[in-house]
Nanobody
Framework: QVQLVESGGGLVQAGGSLRLSCAAS????????MGWFRQAPGKEREFVAA????????YSADSVKGRFTISRDNAKNTISLQMNSLKPEDTAVYYC???????????????????WGQGTQVTVSS
């Protein structure tokens, strides 16, 4: 079992930056693959970025590629999402997710994740 708590959301102007963090409980954080998803009003939750348990492999959705960077610090049980060049269409609730992983892989489908945080709101004004 792992508990996830996101932070760092807020209101920012288009073109600005935010850094989201996700703190995980538990002593086996380094055995979990992690991901970020988001859900905009009236839309389904969508994949944003994922990272393997070691941090050696990562993947981002085309919509955020080149603007968002996922990273993790296994010593601190945290993952981060650095978001640059934000656009109004990035406005959403952002969720951190986790699942046990037996190899250095990442997961991009919502149903593949076992644990979810409560979400943090990101609002980008035009």
């Amino acid at each position: 079992q792992v508990q996830l708590v996101e932070s760092g959301g807020g209101l920012v102007q288009a073109g600005g930056s935010l850094r989201l963090s996700c703190a995980a409980s538990g002593r086996t954080f380094s055995s979990y693959a992690m991901g970020w998803f988001r859900q905009a009003p009236g839309k389904e939750r969508e994949f944003v970025a994922a990272i393997s348990r070691s941090g050696g492999r990562s993947y981002s959705a085309d919509s955020v590629k080149g603007r968002f960077t996922i990273s993790r610090d296994n010593a601190k049980n945290t993952i981060s999402l650095q978001m640059n060049s934000l656009k109004p269409e990035d406005t959403a609730v952002y969720y951190c997710s986790a699942r046990p992983a037996s190899a250095s892989v990442y997961y991009i489908r919502e149903y593949e994740y076992h644990y979810w945080g409560q979400g943090t709101q990101v609002t980008v004004s035009s």
